[in-house]
């Protein structure tokens, strides 16, 4: 949309404000959203690499953690290694490699105490609504503070709440759904106060949530079934990384966490790049692991064979092989069907069979949102992302001052969300070494027409299926480009120019001198 349509839509008036916000509107020059993992990354690096300019990190919840906050089920854990997880400027410093969720909150908020970055934390500060204004070259923020609006203004606006709905998850349509006497719990609305002892438990999925919650659930549960409509890879390693506590036994904290994470990014990416030039051979080697863990006796090909290839959706981690344990021992099961509909008793099955439950936990999958679910706009114009290009994964055709950290799909989260950080602080320093207010993306004449593609390819997991046409579409070239790809990002976002002939950089006097001959034109036109 060009600046005399935008024009046109807004009038003359200046950014809205709400009713119930001060008068006294405070300015920063960095606002950062979302107090998890990507936000802490952000307002480090912007600490550490632009001193003296001001931001904010506002935090939507009651507490800072992202993520690792709101999940509270039982067994909940990453399945990334924390090496990559981890910020690559903060070791980590457990034995255990694959992190439980409160070791993981305890390691943010501790990052952000040593960083010095809890005076810029403000929590229950939930982002409602952004406009950018283009005269001002500023973005008028519109927060929700504990149930009271009030405006901020800011240069950048860096979005960090990831990428799914904190609402609540997703649970598809069960036919009879009312009929089950029993209660429903999804995952990420998990009851403090639930007593699961002696009960039979039904996690309806076979994702990672699912894979954490069976055996976790085992130690109380008289039983616990794992329902799932089709398999999914399973890989189970240790916990712990020896060749890490070795290299910490033996070498400075920082070198011994530097090569540990050089170690498995490489390692990360050996295994994908093999899943997809031989993944016959992957799945093969895969299905024999699990295998060797539940015996020849055991239908392997039913339960833990998948239709697709390895990595065409990601690959569940099972520490020490604890899901197989609990299958062993009796405590746990796995069944492969699709479901008919919920009854009194539990979950009707399309070959007729019925299986009885207490408790119902859909591990159904996530709803996702982009932005966090906030209204963002130009000079008052609405922004529909999914009409815009994303710029090398981080920031959307003609939507100025705006960057975004998603990370990988592929690999640990945080591998991008630092390099994101890096780029933004790369793109800090270049504003004002040059004296530029005003950074957009605009696709050059070259590319128009370019073939679009989703955000995110070759991942056909449902939760992705399901919203990928709310998100900005990728081109089919640099740097209109989200490649997942570390290698290839690092190498990009690290040493690629700033000024590239599609990231178009102006100064706020040309920016307001570019508002007004607009505003002309506009004018004249209407003559």
Request: charged share 20%; hydrophobic share 40%.
């Amino acid at each position: 949309m060009g600046n005399d349509e935008r024009l046109q839509q807004q009038g003359t008036e200046p950014a809205q404000t709400p009713a119930a916000a001060s008068s006294a509107i405070e300015h920063l020059d960095v606002i950062i959203v979302g107090a998890g993992i990507s936000g802490v990354s952000a307002a480090h690096h912007i600490k550490e690499g632009c001193p003296g300019r001001s931001f904010a990190l506002l935090e939507g919840r009651e507490r800072m953690g992202g993520t690792w906050d709101l999940f509270r089920y039982p067994g909940i854990r990453s399945d990334s290694d924390m090496h990559t997880l981890g910020f690559q400027f903060r070791p980590w410093r457990d034995a255990k490699a694959i992190a439980d969720g409160p070791s993981i909150r305890k390691y943010v908020k501790a990052t952000a105490n040593e960083s010095g970055l809890t005076d810029h934390l403000r929590l229950n500060h939930k982002v409602v609504a952004a406009n950018f204004d283009e005269a001002s070259s500023r973005w008028h923020v519109t927060v929700d503070n504990a149930g009271t609006l009030r405006e901020l203004t800011c240069n950048v606006l860096f979005m960090c709440g990831g990428y799914y709905s904190y609402k609540g998850g997703y649970t598809p349509e069960f036919k009879g759904r009312d009929s089950y006497t029993g209660q429903v719990i999804h995952p990420q609305q998990w009851p403090e106060d639930l007593d699961y002892s002696g009960k039979k438990v039904l996690v309806i999925g076979s994702g990672a949530t699912a894979m954490t919650l069976v055996p976790a659930m085992t130690d109380k549960a008289a039983k616990v079934t794992m329902l799932q409509r089709s398999p999914t890879y399973v890989v189970s390693r240790s916990d712990e990384d020896p060749i890490a506590n070795f290299l910490r036994k033996i070498l400075p904290e920082k070198l011994a966490y530097r090569l540990t994470r050089w170690k498995n990014i490489q390692m990360q990416r050996y295994i994908f790049n093999r899943t997809k030039t031989h993944p016959a051979k992957v799945k093969a080697k895969l299905i024999d692991l699990v295998r060797e863990q539940l015996g020849d006796d055991y239908d392997v090909e039913k339960h833990f064979t998948p239709s697709y290839n390895p990595w065409d959706q990601r690959l569940c981690l099972v520490p020490n092989a604890d899901l197989f344990t609990a299958i062993k021992s009796g405590k746990a099961e796995v069944v492969t069907e699709h479901i008919e509909g919920f009854v009194a008793e539990g979950v009707r099955l399309k070959n007729g069979e019925v299986l009885s439950a207490d408790i119902i936990v859909t591990a159904t999958g996530l709803n996702l949102e982009v932005l966090g679910g906030a209204s963002f706009s130009v000079n008052n114009v609405p922004v529909n992302f999914s009409e815009t290009f994303s710029y090398k994964g981080m920031m959307y055709s003609d939507v100025p001052n705006l960057v975004q950290t998603f990370g990988y799909i592929n690999a640990s989260w945080t591998l991008r969300a630092d390099l994101t950080s890096e780029y933004v602080v790369r793109l800090l320093n270049h504003m004002s070494e040059h004296d530029k207010a005003v950074c957009t993306p605009v696709v050059a004449a070259a590319d128009v027409g370019m073939s679009a593609k989703p955000w995110i390819t070759d991942f056909p997991a449902g939760y992705m299926m399901r919203s990928m046409h709310l998100f900005p579409k990728q081109g089919d070239r640099q740097p209109w480009l989200n490649t997942q790809n570390f290698a290839e990002d690092r190498k990009t976002i690290r040493n690629s120019p700033l000024e590239d002939g599609s990231l178009i950089f102006t100064s706020a006097e040309e920016a307001l001198s570019n508002t007004a001959a607009a505003r002309a034109s506009l004018h004249s036109d209407a003559a």
